[in-house]
């Protein structure tokens, strides 16, 4: 399974970014997706999920503002990020994982990161 996302740069507080995961050597369509986020020093968490449904779950953190999507099509999954703000700097990955209940739990397949940076 492999995992490319895209997207990531240095926005200015208040703008706006799209993140892209290209999922391949799985059947995307049959997966559920997520975006996760880490920042120095804290811990890797859930930003984002997405069941193979379409149903969607978010942070706190960010309702609101992001909004997870995918495209069974094309094998991708997006973050629309609105709002920014300095909070939201971090490198962002894409994420197979499942859902059990309510509750999205990752695989163990990872995109490479992509960095967004928030600031003035």
């Known amino acids: 399974v492999q995992l490319q996302a895209s997207g990531g740069g240095l926005v200015q507080p208040g703008g706006s970014l799209r993140l892209s995961c290209v999922t391949s050597?799985?059947?995307?369509?049959?997966?559920?997706m997520g975006w996760y986020r880490q920042s120095r020093g804290v811990q890797r968490e859930l930003v984002a999920g997405i069941s193979s449904g379409g149903s969607t779950n978010y942070h706190d953190s960010v309702k609101g503002r992001f909004t997870i999507s995918r495209d069974n099509a094309k094998n991708t999954v997006y973050l629309q990020m609105n709002s920014l703000n300095p909070k939201d700097t971090a490198v962002y990955y894409c994420n197979v994982g499942i859902y059990r209940g309510r509750y999205y739990y990752p695989e163990p397949y990872w995109g490479q990161g992509t960095q967004v940076t928030v600031s003035s």
């Open positions: 050597g799985t059947i995307f369509s049959a997966n559920a």
